[in-house]
């Protein structure tokens, strides 16, 4: 996430920039912000929207441009719907289509965490040294069944009670 927030700093280097977030608009929470303090209410708003509309059901939806008086807010789906970048510009101060052209940048490279695997707990923390990959579950192997009765059969023969004739008892 600390490649992001550099991004996001680089983003708000662009004239006329104020704000730029990470928001989870169906959460209702700013994940990810620098630079003014602007809620994501309105971001919230129009997604949900939009939503239900055409261009969310086709997959078409790449960004979208509100323009105010004084201000534009800018905003572009990521790959987890869930998620979206906010941008605040002054309208006056900058330039549309470079800011825009910076937010798709950004976009592309924003990393969405995977959901977990199933099997896997999403609730456990990491493992030291990451999260190395799982070897393949081996396939079921046939067993021959008398030698599975005989290691049955030895198995119940063993006593836990009786202690065994090499080990002493002090």
Avoid: K
Wanted: hydrophobic residues 40%.
């Amino acid at each position: 996430m600390r490649a992001f927030d550099q991004q996001m700093r680089e983003m708000l280097q662009t004239p006329g920039v104020h704000s730029v977030g990470l928001v989870d608009w169906r959460g209702g929470r700013t994940l990810a912000r620098v630079g003014a303090d602007d809620r994501s209410d309105d971001a919230e708003a129009i997604l949900r929207a939009v939503h239900g509309g055409p261009l969310w059901a086709v997959g078409d939806l790449e960004d979208m441009v509100v323009t105010g008086t004084d201000r534009c807010l800018l905003l572009a789906v990521l790959d987890d719907p869930d998620l979206c970048l906010q941008v605040w510009m002054a309208r006056d101060e900058g330039n549309l289509g470079y800011a825009l052209r910076r937010l798709r940048r950004l976009a592309r490279t924003v990393a969405v965490p995977s959901p977990p695997r199933p099997g896997q707990d999403g609730d456990l923390p990491p493992r030291r040294g990451g999260d190395p990959a799982r070897p393949p579950a081996r396939a079921a192997a046939s067993v021959d069944r008398r030698v599975l009765e005989r290691v049955l059969t030895a198995l119940r023969t063993l006593s836990a009670d009786r202690p065994r004739p090499d080990v002493g008892v002090a």
